[in-house]
């Protein structure tokens, strides 16, 4: 099937404005991942996801950033409030249990 | 520093020669896996090496992972304009929150045609 889709692939916001990004992981992977990669640097751990739950909510920056998963499928992850340092790549992994990540192509925020 | 640390932090090579990367991290594992990105985007598996593995295969990759040291290498024999990408090595630690991986902040290969 389809490997992990990850919407929209760019977007471009005014600071203060709320954003909602989406990931669609691979069909029967139970653990989805959100990392945020600054220009030029490593994978910044968000949240983890097993099934509709969330073990680990550590890597949340702020009280600004949410994440759910429904249907132990898709998940969205929403940041309120936009701020300039927000601007990042935010991306996606799924896998099963704990076997290899599997990366969507990810999304690139832009805060004005 | 953070676990799992890539060095050199930029490598440019020419085509058909090797190029050795290396990562050192802090803590036990389970496994130490590398992976490749293009252009700031999504990042793809390349190989795993399981903390009980010495020397790992893949095509022209060779990974190399030492315990006592805490270290790992990934070695890319002829390399191609095509190899150019930013590599990345991730850990899995042992015992506790073994479902995470921790990145480090990568080695930016350049090879030239």
């Known amino acids: 099937g389809a490997g992990v889709s990850q919407s929209p692939s760019n977007k471009v916001t005014e600071k203060g404005k709320d954003v909602e990004l989406r990931c669609d992981p691979i069909s029967g992977h139970t653990a989805l991942y959100w990392y945020r990669q600054s220009l030029g640097q490593g994978l910044e751990f968000l949240i983890y996801f097993q099934g509709n739950s969330a073990p680990d909510k550590s890597g949340l920056p702020s009280d600004r950033f949410s994440a759910e998963r429904t249907g132990g499928s898709v998940s969205t992850l929403t940041i309120q409030r936009t701020q300039q340092e927000d601007s990042a790549v935010y991306l996606c992994?799924?896998?099963?249990?704990?076997?290899?990540?599997?990366f969507g192509a990810g999304t690139r925020l832009s805060v004005l | 520093s953070q676990q799992g640390e890539e060095d050199p932090q930029a490598l440019s090579i020419q085509e058909g020669e090797n190029a050795t990367m290396n990562c050192s991290y802090k803590t036990s594992i389970n496994n130490l896996q590398w992976y490749r990105q293009n252009s700031g985007r999504g990042l793809v598996h390349l190989i795993l090496i399981r903390s009980n593995e010495r020397e790992k295969h893949s095509g022209r990759l060779r990974v190399t992972l030492d315990t006592s040291k805490k270290s790992s290498s990934l070695l890319i024999t002829a390399s191609r304009a095509a190899d150019t990408a930013s590599y990345f090595c991730a850990t899995e630690k042992s015992g506790g929150s073994n479902y995470k991986l921790t990145f480090g902040k990568g080695t930016l290969l350049t090879v030239n045609p």
């Open positions: 992994a799924s896998s099963l249990q704990r076997n290899i990540q599997y």
